[in-house]
């Protein structure tokens, strides 16, 4: 089934009905930008904005979504397609000031102290130049990497060991966040051990058909950043 094509309230009915490890991964690749600016702008009014602290935090939305049969989605009643996408929104925004909150708590007085709700504090604008040969570079990688995963994934399991492949690599989730996916079924150790394998896999292939790597060459680890493509 093509669940791109699915409405957001028709996609999440998917993903809680049938498990599909396809209709998760349409409902990562679809909300991933969405949790992700939420996480950042939420941080930076705590002025905590370190990769570290947003990929956390990013992988701590997908697992509160999952926890407990997914619970929180399954409560969720929809008054029309894409009111989702608020309700997302909230419980992430909701979820990272927890988070501050419990941390200043401990503190006790320290000296976090959350900004106004109006200071987005975007990042700093890029070179056009420079994030267009990047994202040129990254696209690339991702074909050789494509390439290379046609053989190395075999079996009944193939699709779900690709799946957690893309997961890991190009929407940044941990192997924990991974595991915790009902669409998976492996423990944390099984999704590293399905990661190690592949990833071990492509990085030979990768160095027989280059013979070299050129200064400053990307790996397969390269493009691990968090984002979606």
């Not at 939420?42 to 697992?63: F, I, K, S």
């Not at 929809?78 to 925004?93: E, M, P, R």
């Not at 494509?146 to 940044?172: H, M, T």
């Amino acid at each position: 089934m093509d669940y791109t094509t699915l409405p957001s309230r028709g996609l999440v009915i998917a993903c809680l009905d049938t498990g599909d490890a396809l209709a998760w991964q349409e409902f990562i690749r679809r909300f991933q930008k969405l949790i992700a600016t939420v996480v950042f702008r939420t941080c930076a009014r705590w002025g905590q904005t370190t990769p570290q602290v947003v990929d956390e935090l990013v992988q701590e939305t997908y697992l509160k979504l999952c926890s407990d049969n997914c619970r929180l989605l399954r409560s969720f009643q929809s008054s029309h397609d894409d009111a989702v996408f608020g309700y997302i929104k909230v419980l992430t925004a909701n979820l990272v000031h927890d988070h501050f909150k419990a941390a200043h708590a401990e503190k006790r007085g320290g000296s976090m102290v959350a900004a106004s709700v109006s200071d987005e504090s975007p990042l700093p604008p890029a070179s056009p130049h420079c994030e267009a040969s990047a994202e040129i570079e990254k696209k690339v990688l991702i074909r050789e990497i494509a390439v290379c995963l046609q053989g190395a994934a075999e079996g009944p399991n193939s699709k779900r060991d690709l799946y957690i492949f893309w997961l890991y690599y190009r929407s940044g989730m941990t192997a924990s966040a991974i595991a915790s996916l009902p669409a998976v079924g492996l423990s944390t150790k099984g999704v590293e051990t399905t990661i190690l394998r592949l990833t071990r896999i492509v990085r030979q292939q990768l160095n027989r058909e280059r013979k070299y790597e050129e200064p400053g060459s990307k790996s397969v680890e390269g493009f691990r950043s968090g984002d979606s493509f």
